[in-house]
């Protein structure tokens, strides 16, 4: 590698996430201090009252919660309302909720009177502020129950514990679950509000497709490399940060069409349902080998921490190695199989209704084998870009192009790279794929019953992801925020009950806390250059936006962003805790090990 990447310095220490979480802080308050005074009335009240210890706990997120003592009635003969009305006020002031309106038990019953309360020790309140209750609904009656759950539409499964939901998500999963040939929606911990449907999201699905829970970025991905002759000890930050640029500017014309080749025309050209969902050329070829905005980014990590060394090193990883992520996806080339399906189905009348209907596609239609074909040519078409990309980073990090591949000529490997469309090897062995996946697609899965009534018959079923990293296809990365690390973790194959509990899918990353629009104003009240952090408000604090100290995270990794819309938006505050995301799936996933970013690139002119 060359000398000067290179410094004497210590790498940064280890350091576990820094992504903070704008949620009330959870506490557990000891039972005198929650205890307030409440009175309950009865009609008749025949037994002296005695103490109950509850746990209230946010609906949206249990991690916010607080112990409580509270008297109650040892009996009355009719129902009332006090206690319920208690523990309401109660939460405004332990959990902080403005406005907590309805109650439910751990099993989602709604609690709408007293005798709803749970009189068990330590039993847990879940409160809400309007939301429907988050979770999975249990009941230990038959018959009645069973048949609701049936009317309400397919079983929602909710993996997250300790990391925060927001409610409007958390109505989106529960109404996509409604959809016809919904077999099971699955929120995972990184779920967030999208458009219309959730992002962080699988869902089960037989019969049909819906691509607008796809999404309009089709095969985004990430793929991950090993550098192996970088050496991890001696890196410096600084100087392989300043040689990266222009990876935002398109490859050029001549070499992309040599990378897209079979992708750049329709197949078979004589299908028009095919033509017409069939991006132009333009559309394929402008925005080729570069990453995009939004959460898109190419990360120099070091491998900082090893929880199972023997399944890291069949990975082809050790301790303190060097590794590329690169996140990107189809940039306009999904949107626009999207758009042109939408349209084409709206204007025959498809799908029916508004709001989160949907608009399906049945197997064995015309019309679906050619949304699959433009579907999986878009997926090829974002696999392909993170290898340039990957190419790019490579070339401008080593010295090898200082000129940003902006020649029309091949360079000296890059044939060989595309002869095996970016196979095992990169720049003449200077990076290593280790790791490619979608997280935004369908997968086609045959699998055993479906947990409905399927028994043991393999049966075909769509699996939908929008923001859900397969667990079908081995070891996959987790990022946190730009100021966390990555988990690798390896999903629980043999476990068949996990793998239908989780919908085949693993959370893509931390997921968003803040919308952008509200990371805006926060975030400008915490970079103020006048130093304050803190506040609220937007502006900075009337001291203005200090970018220089959103450019170093707080675990020491170095920020390569020049859009300050874009440095401001994915600040580590808006995302959620990586750290808690993972925990939620311990039940589906074991961490192989840590990574800790270097150098996070987003965008540079």
């Not at 280890?14 to 307030?36: G, H, I, Y």
């Not at 005695?50 to 249990?62: D, E, G, P, V, Y």
């Not at 992002?199 to 550098?227: H, K, N, S």
């Not at 968003?512 to 926060?522: F, N, Q």
Request: with cysteine; hydrophobic share 40%.
């Amino acid at each position: 590698m060359p000398s000067d990447l290179t410094t004497s310095h210590e790498a940064p220490s280890s350091s576990s996430s820094s992504s903070s979480s704008l949620s009330s802080s959870s506490s557990s308050s000891s039972p005198s201090a929650a205890a307030d005074t409440i009175t309950t009335t009865a009609t008749t009240t025949t037994s002296p009252a005695t103490s109950l210890r509850l746990t209230l706990a946010s609906n949206a997120n249990r991690s916010v919660k607080s112990v409580v003592l509270v008297p109650v009635p040892a009996s009355h003969t009719t129902p009332t309302t006090a206690l319920r009305a208690a523990l309401l006020d109660l939460a405004k002031r332990k959990l902080r909720i403005k406005k907590p309106l309805r109650l439910y038990t751990s099993r989602g019953a709604e609690i709408v009177d007293d005798a709803g309360v749970p009189r068990d020790a330590d039993a847990v309140v879940l409160v809400s502020a309007g939301e429907p209750f988050v979770g999975t609904t249990t009941s230990t009656t038959a018959g009645p129950a069973t048949a609701a759950a049936a009317e309400d539409g397919a079983p929602v499964v909710l993996l997250a514990e300790s990391a925060p939901v927001d409610p409007d998500a958390m109505q989106q999963l529960r109404a996509t679950a409604r959809l016809p040939g919904m077999l099971r929606a699955v929120g995972l911990p990184d779920l967030c509000p999208g458009n219309r449907f959730p992002v962080g999201a699988a869902f089960v699905v037989e019969g049909r497709i819906y691509p607008e829970l796809i999404g309009g970025d089709i095969g985004c991905g990430m793929t991950l490399y090993t550098l192996p002759t970088l050496s991890a000890d001696r890196i410096n930050a600084a100087k392989i940060a300043a040689r990266l640029h222009s990876l935002d500017r398109p490859y050029p014309r001549s070499r992309t069409r040599r990378w897209l080749g079979d992708l750049l025309s329709p197949d078979p050209p004589s299908n028009t349902i095919t033509s017409e969902l069939t991006p132009a050329a333009a559309v394929l070829e402008d925005a080729f080998g570069t990453i995009g905005a939004g959460n898109h980014f190419a990360e120099l990590q070091v491998v900082d921490e090893v929880r199972d060394a023997a399944a890291l090193a069949a990975l082809g990883l050790d301790a303190g190695r060097a590794v590329l992520l690169v996140h990107s996806g189809s940039r306009r080339v999904g949107k626009d199989v999207l758009d042109r399906y939408v349209d084409a189905a709206r204007g025959a009348g498809a799908g029916g209704g508004g709001g989160n209907s949907g608009l399906a596609v049945a197997e064995g239609t015309r019309e679906f084998a050619a949304y699959m074909r433009e579907h999986d040519r878009a997926c090829a078409w974002a696999r392909r870009n993170r290898v340039v990309i990957a190419r790019r980073w490579v070339r401008m990090v080593f010295g090898l192009d200082e000129g940003c591949g902006d020649d029309d000529d091949d360079d000296e490997d890059e044939a060989a790279d595309r002869a095996a469309e970016g196979g095992a090897e990169l720049c003449g062995g200077r990076a290593v794929k280790l790791i490619d996946i979608w997280h935004n697609n369908v997968e086609v899965l045959s699998v055993g019953g479906d947990g409905a009534g399927g028994g043991g018959e393999e049966r075909r079923r769509f699996v939908h992801r929008k923001g859900a990293a397969p667990s079908t296809h081995g070891i996959v990365p987790i990022p946190g925020s730009r100021g966390a690390r990555t988990y690798l973790v390896r999903p629980l194959t043999d476990d068949a009950a996990a793998q239908e509990r989780c919908g085949y899918s693993l959370p893509h990353g931390a997921g968003r806390l803040l919308t952008r629009t509200k990371a805006r104003t926060h975030v400008a009240s915490l970079y103020s250059a006048s130093g304050k952090k803190g506040g609220s408000g937007g502006g900075g604090g009337g001291g203005g936006l200090d970018t220089r100290r959103l450019l170093t995270t707080a675990i020491g990794s170095t920020v390569v962003c020049e859009d300050r819309e874009l440095l401001v938006e994915e600040a580590p505050e808006a995302y959620k805790d990586i750290d808690a995301v993972v925990r939620d799936v311990a039940g589906v996933a074991e961490v192989v090990a840590v990574l800790r970013p270097i150098v996070s690139y987003k965008y540079r002119a």
